[in-house]
Nanobody
Framework: VQLVESGGGLVQAGGSLRLSCAASGFTLDYYGIGWFRQAPGKEREFVAVISQSGDDTPYADSVKGRFTISRDNAKKTIYLQMNSLKPEDTAVYYC????????????????WGQGTQVTVSS
């Protein structure tokens, strides 16, 4: 099982980035996927999750209206479109997979990627 994030980088406040999470080694259709982030000195926090079907996509209040999570099971890839970025969005972003039902609790996710750094300058 492998999850590989990409698409991070340095962007100015107000800019956009699209993160990708490439999945391999398991049947993505059966898994809910979450995006989480961790800033220096802070705990890992929930950003957004997407259900197996893609119909359920809860977001953290801090990113609601700015970020969009989506999935393409045929390409085995999950995306996080991030618009109107703010300096407080700076963090390492991780994708994670959980069999069947999704949850916003990071501890319930079994498989994790290595993370991709997002830095937003003011």
């Amino acid at each position: 099982v492998q999850l590989v994030e990409s698409g991070g980088g340095l962007v100015q406040a107000g800019g956009s980035l699209r993160l990708s999470c490439a999945a391999s080694g398991f049947t993505l259709d059966y898994y809910g996927i979450g995006w989480f982030r961790q800033a220096p000195g802070k705990e890992r926090e929930f950003v957004a999750v997407i259900s197996q079907s893609g119909d359920d996509t809860p977001y953290a209040d801090s990113v609601k209206g700015r970020f969009t999570i989506s999935r393409d099971n045929a390409k085995k890839t999950i995306y996080l479109q991030m618009n109107s970025l703010k300096p407080e969005d700076t963090a390492v972003y991780y994708c994670a997979a959980k069999l069947l039902l999704t949850t916003t609790l990071a501890t319930r996710y079994k498989y994790w990627g290595q993370g991709t750094q997002v830095t937003v300058s003011s």
